[in-house]
């Protein structure tokens, strides 16, 4: 068996595939070396992250398919499911390979996975963009934190550069322990070790919180109370709007956890 191991980053993958497609060596499984366990039996190839050799692999990629299609394989390579270095390896192939446009080509099952991933990525990001709740905190910055199932962050983070520019924030993804800051200029990738924020809840202590944070956390929950009606609660429907994984991250939602009244959901129509 050929195992191929890279580091985990797009460009590593990319590494990977230009390597087994120069040297015609297949892969039966390529994996991160986060991931990766001994095998005794297998072949193994440790790849280093080339960007000469990622590049050159990606404007051929451009050449022979749109850019929405390499937007597709690059949000199906963050949906870090099993075996997707495999099915983008194969789809890469299949691109360079075919004398015609294969994006289409949907007799192919490479081509549909890669556009089912890429519409459940999609999904987890677009969600998180309508369910993030920034605290302020008492450095005016503005954190939130969420724990996406698939790595979205990437995807997100153009939106809240362009959306909030006059304003410093975090937001993190607290399954994998990475996030973003902007300092008003620059968004760079940072790690979080505060022990005054919670990993769990996405919540920050009362004495790192913006005096004014706690007032405007009250009005909202005021608000969603006061256009809550229950009469014509639907939890079902709700639910399937907003999933209760996010409830922990919304403070509209600790209102109803207080006063036990997270039944009275208003009905989406």
Avoid at 96 to 118: G, H, L, Q, W
Avoid at 177 to 198: C, P, Q, W
Wanted: charged share 30%; with cysteine.
């Amino acid at each position: 068996m050929n195992l191929f191991i890279y580091d985990q980053s797009f460009e590593g993958l990319l590494s990977a595939i230009h390597d087994a497609l120069e040297t015609g060596i297949v892969p039966d499984k390529i994996v991160s070396t986060r991931l990766y366990q001994d095998d005794l039996f297998a072949t193994k190839f440790d790849i280093a992250t080339d960007l000469e050799k990622s590049e050159k692999l990606w404007d051929m990629v451009r050449i022979k398919s749109s850019k929405q299609n390499c937007e597709r394989i690059y949000t199906a390579f963050l949906s870090e499911l099993p075996e997707i270095e495999l099915v983008i390896y194969n789809y890469i192939k299949l691109i360079i390979n075919m004398p015609y446009n294969t994006e289409a080509d949907f007799s192919n099952d490479y081509v549909i996975k890669i556009n089912a991933i890429y519409r459940k990525v999609s999904r987890e990001a677009q969600r998180i963009l309508m369910f993030v709740r920034f605290q302020k905190t008492v450095d005016d910055i503005f954190y939130a934190s969420h724990d996406p199932q698939y790595n979205v962050l990437p995807l997100a983070v153009k939106h809240f550069k362009n959306r909030f520019a006059d304003q410093k924030w975090v937001i993190f993804d607290t399954r994998r322990r990475f996030g973003y800051y902007y300092d008003l200029h620059d968004v760079r990738e940072i790690t979080i070790s505060n022990k005054k924020i919670s990993f769990e809840t996405g919540k920050i202590d009362n004495d790192i919180m913006h005096v004014s944070e706690k007032l405007f956390q009250n009005l909202w929950q005021n608000y969603y109370n006061a256009i809550n009606i229950r009469e014509r609660k639907n939890l079902k429907v709700h639910m399937q709007f907003l999933p209760k994984r996010f409830w922990k991250y919304l403070p509209e939602k600790d209102l109803i956890k207080n006063r036990q009244i997270e039944n009275s959901i208003v009905t989406v129509e």
